[in-house]
């Protein structure tokens, strides 16, 4: 009888444990976003030093010849609608995940590591776009204006910013559930297909090229995965079979 009890003790002790997904230690929360912040803003200055416009010459010079065979599916008219629609999809993806991790007593801790997620995927996105100064799809299509070709925008194409943000959500988001929850296939259609219609828009509107969304999803959810396992409060682990019982603690 003792045994059980001590067992449901435990297991009431860890679960209590578990309520609490995140725990930020706020001064360490403050510097990191404030870094991240700076680097995000330091860029819209580098971005102009770094990023030339392009001549007319040169913009004639670009062949699709030299792009990967699947990233042409890209290669299609510009559509303004098809633009605005990928902001849509990304505004719901953020809505959604805001609306599913809601948690009123630990709403703070939340909102902080969903909050550095955002600051260092922009930074990061921003940095590599200004880098890479990659040539956006509408680019090669000749019925786009040589004034709309020649804007520093149109050379930030890789990797998407879109895809990396509507992603980083989403793996905040299935974090949380899972960690409270386990697994579950409708959270994850929900969260996933709505960040894939985004970076499927992107494609679509002559945004990106497949691999400008590809890579932004896979560094969105990297950096959201390992931003939410930092945070992580699981200290406490518990492994019972029917003959043994193991605790542990993690500091």
Not at 75 to 87: C, G
Not at 121 to 128: F, M, R
Request: glycine letters at 4%; one cysteine or more.
């Amino acid at each position: 009888m003792k045994k059980i009890s001590l067992i449901v003790l435990i297991i009431i002790i860890t679960q209590s444990a578990f309520a609490q997904t995140f725990k930020v230690d706020k001064t360490d929360f403050l510097i990191k976003s404030a870094a991240w912040g700076v680097l995000s803003l330091s860029n819209n200055y580098f971005d102009r030093q770094i990023i030339s416009k392009p001549t007319q010459q040169e913009l004639e010079a670009l062949s699709t010849n030299n792009l990967w065979s699947f990233d042409k599916i890209a290669l299609v008219d510009y559509s303004k609608k098809l633009k605005d629609y990928s902001d849509y999809t990304a505004l719901g993806t953020l809505g959604t995940v805001i609306y599913l991790t809601y948690d009123d007593p630990n709403l703070l801790d939340n909102i902080m590591v969903f909050l550095e997620i955002l600051l260092a995927q922009d930074a990061v996105g921003k940095w590599t776009k200004t880098l890479t100064s990659r040539y956006r799809p509408f680019v090669y299509n000749e019925n786009v204006s040589l004034d709309t070709k020649q804007q520093r925008n149109s050379q930030h194409s890789f990797y998407s910013l879109h895809s990396s943000t509507v992603f980083s959500a989403a793996t905040f988001g299935y974090y949380y559930h899972y960690q409270n929850n386990g697994h579950s296939i409708p959270y994850a259609i929900l969260l996933y297909g709505t960040a894939t219609a985004t970076a499927a828009l992107r494609v679509a509107s002559a945004q990106h090229f497949p691999s400008d969304v590809m890579a932004g999803a896979i560094a969105g959810s990297a950096i959201s995965y390992f931003i939410c396992k930092f945070y992580d409060n699981d200290r406490f682990n518990i492994d019972l079979t029917s003959n043994t019982l193991k605790f542990g603690v993690r500091f």
